[in-house]
T-cell receptor
Framework: NAGVTQTPKFQVLKTGQSMTLQCAQD?????MYWYRQDPGMGLRLIYY???????DKGEVPNGYNVSRLNKREFSLRLESAAPSQTSVYFC???????????FGSGTRLTVV | AQKITQTQPGMFVQEKEAVTLDCTYD???????LFWYKQPSSGEMIFLIY??????QNATEGRYSLNFQKARKSANLVISASQLGDSAMYFC?????????????FGPGTRLSVLP
């Protein structure tokens, strides 16, 4: 099915471990985003990529890095995980106009 | 900077009645879009309705309508004839089309509970 695919869906890390969250979209969208969702705080933007080859910081970029590998893929890396990064992570993409905002199903990350 | 405010952490409504979820926003961008998303307990984000800042009419999508008052910077979601399946978190969001690289800003959400 067309849409945004995130992997993995669940992950448990130990403090200090690293990992990469993968996101891919097959809708030929230019823009892609990574959000985190914490209880009672809605979604907060970590990084976004307005087009292939560009990335920009969002509201809460500290502790994360991103790579826009190509037009389809946008990965989020935690170099040294911390308990404060326990959250649900959503990837999204958008094309021209509003109707392109599509979310992935989310990754539930726990850092112990 | 852009900001979304949702002042109702939780709302209750009787099944089959209408309910209004409040949303106010702040932006200096002259052109923007306003969105409502539903997040059921399963966790996915479901797009409900969109309103463009230059749209002359309020948006409607089935039982959902958006009460857009530009001068007041409000974009309230109205759900008519509530159903048990409407119980979920509801997020208001916006994007500024000119100045903010098309990144979304979300409100903190409102948890709606529909009572039988």
């Amino acid at each position: 099915n067309a849409g945004v695919t995130q992997t993995p869906k669940f992950q448990v890390l130990k403090t200090g471990q690293s990992m990469t969250l993968q996101c891919a979209q097959d809708m030929n969208h230019n823009s892609m985003y990574w959000y985190r969702q914490d209880p009672g705080m809605g979604l907060r933007l970590i990084y976004y990529s307005a087009s292939e080859g560009t990335t920009d910081k969002g509201e809460v970029p500290n502790g994360y890095n991103v790579s826009r590998l190509n037009k389809r893929e946008f990965s989020l890396r935690l170099e040294s995980a911390a308990p404060s990064q326990t959250s649900v992570y959503f990837c999204a993409s958008s094309g021209q106009g509003y109707y392109g905002y599509t979310f992935g199903s989310g990754t539930r990350l726990t850092v112990v | 900077a852009q900001k979304i405010t949702q002042t109702q952490p939780g709302m209750f409504v009787q099944e089959k009645e209408a309910v209004t979820l409040d949303c106010t926003y702040d932006t200096s961008d002259p052109s923007y879009g306003l969105f409502w998303y539903k997040q059921p307990s399963s966790g996915e984000m479901i797009f409900l309705i969109y309103q463009g800042s230059y749209d002359q009419q309020n948006a409607t999508e089935g039982r959902y309508s958006l009460n857009f008052q530009k001068a007041r910077k409000s974009a309230n979601l109205v759900i008519s004839a509530s159903q048990l399946g409407d119980s979920a978190m509801y997020f208001c969001a916006m994007v500024g089309f000119y100045n903010y690289g098309q990144n979304f800003v979300f409100g903190p959400g409102t948890r709606l509970s529909v009572l039988p």
